[in-house]
């Protein structure tokens, strides 16, 4: 019973292609972020939606576009992919995100390695 | 610009000793802070987290230490268990960031037997 599940694991595809990830987490939670680790490992934010409406969306290019079909899905589809994508993109929830307390948690799913060849 | 940093990108120590992983920041406005542990090929799992409001945090064999002044927090585990290999990411978050939590770089946690 997996809290955060993310759809592939390991995705391999050619430069220009259009990809997509899903993002699914039964805990009932309202907030839901899509974040990028680099080359360099950092963990950054792309994106956050709460209750399907989106709530943080940190500069990324408009090939990546999320959508929240409902509040337990956040799905992440990337068009004409380019060799910098590469990355592990780690789908992850919380409770409440930004309309709760600094508290607020966030459990992540198990990533998704993309590369872009 | 790096508003968590982690400088030690590794540490190694023997089992049944302590470990201590080290954190800085640079926003005045963070005011809560995590501590993540990730095995490979999983994503971070949530392990330990302080108030600015407090100076310490202690959860078993895990406790967090926070230096508001020095902006410096710090992850100790004793004792130290090779089941605790893996990466250890710090992260901090405040309202001034719209509770966007920022990452450091990690540092991978080695513990021999």
């Known amino acids: 019973d997996t809290a955060v599940s993310q759809t592939p694991k390991y995705l391999v595809t050619q430069m220009g292609n259009d990809k997509s990830i899903k993002c699914e987490q039964n805990l009932g939670h309202d907030t839901m972020y899509w974040y990028k680790q680099d080359s360099k490992k950092f963990l950054k934010i792309m994106f956050s939606y709460n209750n399907k409406e989106l709530i943080i969306n940190e500069t990324v290019p408009n090939r990546f576009s999320p959508k929240s079909p409902d509040k337990a899905h956040l799905n992440l589809h990337i068009n004409s992919l380019e060799l910098g994508d590469s990355a592990v993109y780690f789908c992850?929830?919380?409770?409440?995100?930004?309309?709760?307390?600094?508290?607020?948690?966030?459990?992540f799913g198990p990533g998704t390695r993309l590369t872009v060849l | 610009d790096q508003q968590v940093k982690q400088n030690s990108p590794s540490l190694s120590v023997q089992e049944g000793r302590i470990s201590i992983l080290n954190c800085d920041y640079t926003?005045?406005?963070?005011?809560?802070f995590l501590w993540y542990k990730k095995y490979p090929a999983e994503g971070p799992t949530f392990l330990i987290s302080?108030?600015?409001?407090?100076d310490k945090n202690e959860d078993g064999r895990f406790t967090v230490f926070l230096n508001k002044s020095a902006k410096h927090l710090s992850l100790h585990i004793v004792p130290s268990q090779p089941g605790d290999s893996a990466v250890y990411f710090c992260a901090a978050k405040g309202r001034g960031s719209n509770y966007k939590l920022t990452f450091g770089k990690g540092t991978l946690l080695t513990v021999n037997p």
């Open positions: 926003n005045s406005m963070f005011d809560y």
């Open positions: 992850a929830s919380s409770q409440e995100g930004w309309r709760g307390a600094v508290t607020d948690t966030q459990y």
């Open positions: 302080i108030s600015s409001i407090k």
